[in-house]
């Protein structure tokens, strides 16, 4: 009884969903503000809705309800609790409610916070956000169904994939999601300002928090997933150029790009196509992502859920929203005068765009490189693999200039900079720079010039932003003037160093011993010495395992003790490594257990990672920037300072006062002019 | 001979007597090096995903050992590659040779970053010969105009 109610929330969810839909874009086109009312209280709705279904899943999860498909399929009465509810999400199913399940959390949010938000911009937002879940409520109900009963039920689960059952896999999927899904506020105010014809600086306000949250979550969602991979695999890799992967980090490369030309657009109210566009494109890719892991046109070691029916409807559906809103774009953007002040060939503005080219470039080619294998293959025209060799060749070249950006982007002026000024500003920047590329990697041990070339890409980029804090320290009268969206900015760009130094120091310094190894024999790597002290059978509670134990010591005095293991589940054959891992600020000590030979001596392979804690601890400064920035007090107040402009517009409320008619003059120049 | 047992006495002391330093599990570590660079490339045919370097599979760990002979029998990088595309086929590289069929996935990133510079350039030449842009006294009149008429459109 229980599944059928929450499969029964899940259409009535809907039912709303197309309501919601339908009802509040045709009152905003007909101007129809009855029906257009009916936005807010359809999104809390489906929020409840989703809600109870989501909540009756997990039931089923929790209370071992094998008479469900989808739990018979993903868990089992020995899972422990806590990954009992992430099973929710380990599958094909649950991963769709997720989605559904944040998206009205979204949908829920943007009716809070855009009270600012004039009613018809609101109204179309929320119904373009409304067709979209809609769309994927429908997928779940008639291709996907997570409440699916099985007669007879089996009496046992198949148990989650071992891979999952790990706490960055139990938040991965849920990150992932807000940042993925949360661009569809972006997207849906970009569709609501296309067919409003407001696209102007107060559409970038409003977009911006809400695209800056979205990113700081998809790039903890995406740095969750490489720490995963990382401990998880066993091989002590932390990017893989996977096809999944990729998904992911697309939309964040687009995010990335997304975030900066609002900043131009609101600023200084140019670039409007192209930021449209962007966010348009942004979430496109979302939804693609979403395509190519759902549709089991990949297959790979994230992908767990295939099902080659359900592809055509996601395409389908892709199709739709890409098609439909490209062609809105196609049709009302000729009519979007460029306006906004000119600006030289050498100012913020034009930094900013060459930033984004390069973005989108890499973009183009991460795209690229995962979609040609799978062209090929359908064209046949024989069968190809793309993987990290060809990444690393062709993306470094394209990020290394958008790093080098990031130094200067932030000193130039808007409208125009003169190079010798910023020479001046920034000599010293570049001399710190090339002085600790020469300099670290020989304190380091070695010198190469790929080394060199990251360290100084890093340092840069730190010697920049504190360029940049000590003049705007200089042009405030006190630290608390500083608006955090600047901190945020410098924050973001400190842990993009971060990040690029943690992948060239481990890149280039990492060392690995693999060696055979009977209880009280030792091995050095890098200073440290690991003594094996044996293997010990021990049991968890859905596997057994073989666990060794390595003492570390430097110098004689112990580090750490390490415990690598190797996994064998009672629903699986083939054993999983678990690897051991001690993590420290300059450097990470990983072990794994191999395989135990005739003899009885053991495999051990022992790693020293310098530094790879940056790369996720740099993503951690990003996503906190972004919302430290989007936290910025100018977002709320502003909201109410751009309100009679708006109405003035948009033809509702008050008559605008006479400092206002300039103000609107300049947007109805800039702003579409479609009769 | 006092001197003799005290000496090995602590010399048990420090460790014991049958502990050793571990031995490499591969006979050559610098030729495993050289392996393990070249498996890095090769794709594991049976595997998701995984290069025969990362992978514990029967067949990884078979394509290894040929590496291993091969390099051994003093073959260079090139006639081993040549050697695994003869019998796999392209799909074995994760690296894919440049041919016809790979032109665009080669040449792609290239031309994306061209056309997005030269229309980039485009717009900045656009962005700097129009000057700032003032509203023409026509148009502020029409603004003026239109707000009007809306302002009184709201109040009947």
Redesign the interface.
């Known amino acids: 009884m229980v599944p059928e109610l929450g499969q029964f929330a899940l259409a009535l969810a809907f039912v709303i969903a197309l309501t919601q839909g339908i009802l509040p874009l045709a009152g905003a086109t007909t101007g129809n503000p009855a029906w257009m009312r009916v936005a807010r209280p359809a999104a809390h709705g489906q929020l409840v809705f989703v809600a109870i279904a989501f909540g009756l899943l997990t039931y089923a999860f929790v209370s071992n309800d094998f008479t469900v498909e989808y739990v018979a399929n993903n868990s089992n009465p020995r899972l422990p609790l806590g990954y009992r509810i992430a099973g929710v999400w380990g599958g094909h199913e649950g991963s769709l409610l997720l989605w559904v399940l944040i998206l009205s959390l979204w949908m829920a949010a943007v009716t809070i916070f855009s009270r600012g938000l004039p009613d018809e911009m609101l109204a179309r937002a929320l119904g373009v956000m409304g067709l979209i879940a809609a769309g994927f409520l429908a997928f779940m109900l008639f291709t996907s169904n997570p409440f699916g009963r099985l007669f007879p039920a089996p009496p046992d689960g198949r148990d989650l994939n071992p891979l999952l059952q790990d706490p960055g896999m139990v938040l991965h999927p849920p990150m992932l999601y807000m940042g993925y899904v949360g661009f569809s506020v972006a997207f849906a105010l970009a569709i609501a300002a296309l067919a409003s014809g407001r696209l102007d600086a107060a559409w970038a306000r409003w977009s911006r928090p809400w695209t800056t949250v979205a990113w700081a979550f998809l790039t903890l969602g995406n740095a969750l997933g490489s720490w995963w991979a990382y401990y998880e695999l066993g091989w002590g890799g932390w990017w893989f150029w996977d096809p999944v992967e990729n998904s992911s980090f697309m939309p964040w490369l687009l995010g990335t790009a997304l975030i900066h030309s609002l900043a131009v657009t609101e600023k200084r109210g140019t670039f409007r196509n192209w930021t449209v566009l962007l966010a348009i494109v942004t979430f496109s890719f979302s939804l693609l992502g979403t395509f190519l892991v759902r549709s089991g046109v990949l297959t790979s070691v994230h992908a767990f859920a295939s099902d080659p029916a359900r592809g055509v409807f996601i395409l389908a559906f892709l199709a739709v929203v890409v098609g439909g809103s490209l062609a809105l774009y196609a049709w009302r953007a000729p009519n979007i005068r460029q306006r906004g002040g000119g600006f030289s060939l050498l100012s913020r503005e034009s930094l900013l765009l060459t930033n984004n080219v390069l973005l989108a470039t890499a973009t183009g080619t991460v795209l690229l490189g995962t979609l040609y294998p799978l062209a090929l293959e359908v064209l046949g025209l024989g069968k190809v693999s793309v993987g990290s060799p060809y990444f690393d060749t062709v993306f470094v070249p394209l990020v290394a200039p958008a790093l080098f950006l990031i130094g200067v982007g932030p000193i130039a002026r808007w409208k125009n900079a003169s190079l010798p000024e910023l020479a001046v500003r920034l000599r010293w920047a570049l001399a710190v720079s090339l002085a600790s590329a020469l300099a670290l990697p020989f304190a380091l041990g070695r010198w190469s010039p790929a080394a060199g070339f990251g360290v100084a890409l890093a340092a840069w980029i730190v010697a920049t932003s504190v360029v940049s804090v000590r003049d705007r320290l200089r042009h405030e009268k006190s630290v608390t003037d500083v608006p955090r969206a600047f901190w945020g900015l410098v924050l973001a760009h400190v842990g993009v160093a971060a990040l690029v130094a943690g992948i060239t120091l481990v890149k280039g310094y990492e060392a690995q011993k693999e060696v055979r190894m009977d209880p009280g024999d030792t091995v050095e790597l890098g200073g440290y010495v690991f003594r094996f002290d044996g293997v010990a059978g021990v049991a968890g509670p859905n596997y057994m395992a073989e666990r060794a134990t390595l003492l570390v010591t430097r110098n004689g005095k112990a580090v750490t003790t390490l415990q690598p293991s190797k996994r064998r589940y009672l629903s699986r054959e083939k054993p999983m490594t678990e690897a051991a891992i001690d993590s420290g600020f300059t450097r990470d000590l990983y072990a794994t257990l191999g395989d135990r030979l005739e003899s009885g001596t053991w495999i051990v392979r022992v790693q020293v990672k310098p530094f790879v804690g940056w790369i996720w601890g740099g993503a951690l400064l990003m996503a906190l920037g972004g919302l430290l920035a989007a936290s910025d007090r100018r977002y709320r107040i502003a909201v109410r300072s751009i309100r009679p402009e708006a109405q003035a517009e948009g033809g509702r409320g008050p008559a605008a006062a006479p400092a206002g008619a300039a103000q609107a003059a300049v947007s109805l120049k800039g702003g579409i002019e479609h009769g | 001979m006092a001197k003799t047992i005290l000496l090995a006495a602590l010399l048990l002391l420090g460790?014991?007597a049958?502990?050793?330093?571990?031995?490499?599990?591969?006979a050559d570590?610098l030729l495993?090096q050289h392996v393990m660079a070249i498996a890095?490339?090769l794709?594991c045919l049976v595997c998701?995903?995984?290069?025969v370097a990362?992978s514990?599979s029967d067949l990884a760990k078979d394509l290894r050992d040929q590496v291993r002979e091969k390099l051994k029998a003093g073959q260079s990088d090139r006639e081993i590659i040549d050697y695994m595309i003869a019998r796999y086929?392209?799909?074995?590289?994760?690296?894919?040779p440049f041919k016809s069929?790979?032109l665009?996935?080669?040449l792609?990133?290239g031309l994306?970053?061209i056309v997005?510079?030269v229309?980039?350039f485009r717009?900045?030449?656009?962005?700097?010969?129009?000057?700032?842009?003032e509203?023409s006294a026509a148009?502020?009149a029409?603004?003026?105009r239109?707000?009007?008429l809306?302002?009184?459109?709201?109040?009947t």
């Open positions: 460790v014991s049958w502990a050793k330093v571990a031995a490499p599990a591969a570590p495993e890095g490339e794709r998701q995903n995984q290069t990362e514990d086929g392209d799909f074995v590289l994760w690296r894919p069929t790979t665009l996935l080669w792609g990133p994306l970053l997005g510079l229309a980039l717009r900045l030449s656009n962005a700097r010969d129009a000057a700032e842009t509203l148009e502020r029409r603004a003026a239109l707000l009007e809306r302002g009184e459109t709201e109040e």
